[in-house]
């Protein structure tokens, strides 16, 4: 015999906006999704059965009939009351011991930076005095706030100027310069060089993929030569234009320059501001003035030393390292120039500018932050 009919929930729209959210969030765990997946159930099916509700999220029928209680009540949230759930087998305590004593083995033997977990586990057992799995190790390690085993290398930034000159670029981004904001025939390019891209033949062709079983790319090959690709982002339209030389130099370089004055619009701009790094190629004042005599139009801009990721082209750099360039099997350098041109145009074709987000205030809050730094350095 069916029991009473569910009573149907009403959802705020913030909380079927975060449901949504969730759901298509990759990384969002599997007890949210099922439990998320359950609201939006119920939103498009109210009178819905306990027990078919459950067969379709994967959630029993009384976790469907317990939920469905709360969200009628009007507590409309998706974690459990303090008291529910498996107990931990090792309280604060016990894990803030098993770290401090993995933190003290560290300092003791430098070669224990990178001990396995397996390591870490016999000498957690002896200090805690019970048993305790590898699993159960590495998950307070990774719950840890502060993982010292763990680096990345950074390049601390050197250039006195830092500000003024990152400040500069980011109001370009903008659409500002010297506080004004640009005309309709001023315009915004990036421009670097992507440097020595190999041709590499492999000594045996690749194998295509099958069931459960991928493609296969042979490990030896033979060089063929290599090329550089001197590409310019148009920063508020989207568009690239590129090339390929043998070199780069001041003459490649001029030639890319060449390539954008020829095309249209930048033909009839006004202005047009070149956003550059501090390459061999277009480095110093002794640049800024090559480039004002040749067109008096051009102002370059140059990036802070040691920050080349706030010119844009290095974002499209890694587009095409991704997409275009691996894995490298080209047979020679016009393979290569090839599919270069061709990405370039399928690119063209629905141009669309990248979603900066770092402004000047974003830049102002870092440098208050990372001041201390700068001094230490200063001061060294």
Not at 67 to 87: H, L
Not at 104 to 112: F, G, P, T
Not at 361 to 377: C, N, V, Y
Request: hydrophobic share 35%; with cysteine; aromatic share 8%.
């Amino acid at each position: 015999m069916r029991g009473p009919r569910p009573v149907p929930c009403s959802f705020p729209d913030g909380f079927l906006q975060d449901a949504l959210d969730t759901v298509r969030r990759r990384t969002a765990s599997v007890q949210d999704v099922q439990r998320f997946r359950l609201v939006l159930l119920l939103h498009d099916r109210p009178s819905i059965s306990h027990e078919d509700a459950a067969q379709i999220v994967g959630l029993s029928g009384r976790q469907v009939q317990r939920w469905r209680r709360r969200w009628v009540a009007g507590d409309f949230s998706i974690e459990d009351y303090a008291g529910r759930g498996k107990k931990p087998t090792f309280s604060p305590t016990r894990s803030c011991r098993g770290r401090r004593h993995g933190m003290r083995s560290r300092r003791r033997n430098q070669v224990a930076d990178q001990s396995a977990i397996a390591d870490l586990t016999s000498r957690a057992k002896k200090a805690l005095g019970k048993p305790i799995s590898s699993s159960t190790v590495w998950r307070i390690l990774h719950e840890d706030a502060i993982k010292p085993w763990q680096y990345e290398h950074w390049i601390f930034p050197r250039d006195p100027l830092f500000a003024d000159k990152a400040g500069r670029v980011l109001d370009l981004y903008a659409g500002i310069w010297e506080g004004k904001t640009l005309g309709p025939k001023d315009y915004v390019l990036s421009s670097d060089e992507k440097t020595s891209i190999q041709a590499r033949k492999r000594r045996h062709p690749e194998q295509p993929p099958g069931r459960r079983r991928k493609r296969r790319i042979e490990a030896e090959y033979k060089r063929k030569g290599a090329l550089q690709y001197l590409a310019t982002w148009d920063v508020h339209r989207g568009i690239v234009m590129g090339r390929c030389e043998r070199r780069t130099g001041i003459r490649p370089f001029g030639r890319m320059v060449t390539q954008i004055l020829d095309r249209e619009p930048y033909r009839d701009a006004e202005r047009l501001f070149l956003v550059v790094d501090n390459g061999s190629s277009h480095r110093g004042q002794r640049s800024v003035e090559r480039m004002h005599r040749r067109d008096k139009r051009i102002i370059l801009v140059h990036t802070p030393v040691h920050a080349s990721w706030l010119n844009q082209v290095e974002i499209y750099f890694s587009i095409i390292q991704r997409k275009v360039l691996t894995p490298n099997d080209f047979a020679n350098l016009k393979a290569i120039r090839l599919r270069l041109a061709l990405y370039e145009e399928l690119t063209n074709r629905q141009p669309k500018p990248f979603a900066w987000k770092f402004t000047r205030q974003d830049l102002t809050e870092w440098l208050k932050r990372a001041s201390p730094h700068f001094l230490a350095a200063s001061a060294a």
